[in-house]
């Protein structure tokens, strides 16, 4: 019996943490979190200011890649319909600032309207499985932007909206209080999402995700645990949107069209399904792969390569993590570590 419970415990298991070297204890979360702020805030007084956008950018992005792959990558549902859930964040957001200009009250509301939204689309995907959900979710990233675009009077159709700020507090400049607020953001998001999934909640997303008969046989609800990660996951989702539309001031239909869901899950896949790291690799390349496709766009003279280069790009580098490094960027980190 000794035996058998040390090799149990010296198993790597998937998680949100790479698991620690062995006689290592692992770094506490809060100080992971502390340690990125300061990275981050050093990094938005030495960027000029385009850079401090892209950063800002990532920012915003992480949000969403983190809760994407605890839904894809601790619980094994596929949504292909983020995409459509950040664009609910983000017209909810416009809509709030354009009435009240409370930007911490239009955050919220963004997030609790896209939970709900969240909720019912996770009622109807914990009865399905496979390419039924995913399905189900690429309904919802088309069905989203085409009602924004058909409602004039709410969402101004495909014009869009545009998003009512107040200046940064003092001299601050515009781009370094985005990537501020766009961190603080992110760096929450991740911390809450840390503490979730290192308690029991984690655990049931894992036997749900690694046998659902053997799920129900322990006593976890199967159904309830899919909702509560689809929640979860549509929370950051929103909130990830409502920056998106404080970064560009303005929202439209085609901020968030059907390749952005894709994107997402690509990043996650191409940066390490169930890691953190992994999760803030893919909103890196979400980032970077864009800007790289359109300035090989401008070189080679086609403006018809603007709109489906990237995708491209995204395609062959996920085939080459994948030939390279199956379990993602990050994985080659963690086998680093356990080589040393």
């Known amino acids: 019996m000794t035996d ?57 992005y992480f949000c969403v890649t983190a809760g994407l792959t605890v839904l894809t990558g601790l619980n094994g549902q596929l949504s292909l319909g983020h995409g459509a859930l950040m664009a609910t964040g983000a017209y909810t957001l416009a809509l709030a600032q354009n009435k009240w200009i409370n930007l911490p009250l239009s955050f919220l509301l963004a997030i609790l309207v896209t939970t709900a939204v969240g ?84 655990r049931d997303l894992r036997a749900v995700r690694d046998d659902e008969t053997a799920a129900k046989l322990a006593g976890i609800n199967v159904a309830r645990t899919q909702v509560l990660a689809f929640v979860v996951s549509a929370a950051c989702a929103g909130l990830a ?31 390490g399904l169930g890691s953190l790291i992994g999760s803030l690799l893919g909103a890196v390349l979400l980032v970077l792969l864009p800007t790289l496709s359109q300035s090989i766009a401008e070189q080679t003279g086609s403006h018809r390569l603007e709109g489906n280069l990237a995708l491209v790009v995204f395609g062959v580098v996920l085939v080459v993590v994948m030939l390279a490094a199956p379990g993602g960027l990050a994985s080659i980190r963690i086998k680093f570590r356990r080589n040393r």
Not at 11 to 35: F, G, N
Not at 45 to 50: D, E, G, I, V
Not at 133 to 146: D, E, K, M, W, Y
Not at 246 to 270: C, E, K
Request: with cysteine; aromatic share 8%; charged share 10%.
């Open 4 to 60: 058998i419970k040390a090799k149990s415990s010296a198993a790597p298991v998937p998680d949100l943490v790479a698991p620690a070297p062995a006689r290592r204890r692992p770094i506490p979360a809060i100080l992971v979190i502390v340690a990125g702020a300061a990275i981050v805030l050093a990094l938005t007084y030495t960027l000029p200011p385009f850079r401090n956008y892209q950063l800002a950018t990532v920012g915003a």
């Open 119 to 202: 909720a019912v689309i996770g009622l109807a995907a914990a009865r399905l499985r496979g390419p039924y959900l995913a399905g189900l979710t690429l309904a919802v990233a088309i069905v989203v932007p085409s009602v924004t675009s058909t409602f004039d009077e709410t969402f101004n159709s495909d014009q869009g909206l545009s998003v009512v700020l107040n200046p940064p507090p003092g001299t601050i400049p515009m781009e370094r209080w985005q990537a501020w607020l766009c961190w603080a953001g992110a760096l929450v998001t991740v911390l809450l999402l840390v503490l979730l999934v290192r308690g029991r909640f984690g």
């Open 241 to 271: 949107g409502a920056l998106f539309a404080f970064l560009a001031q303005s929202v439209s239909p085609g901020a968030f069209p059907l390749t952005l869901s894709l994107f997402l899950v690509m990043a996650i896949v191409i940066g």
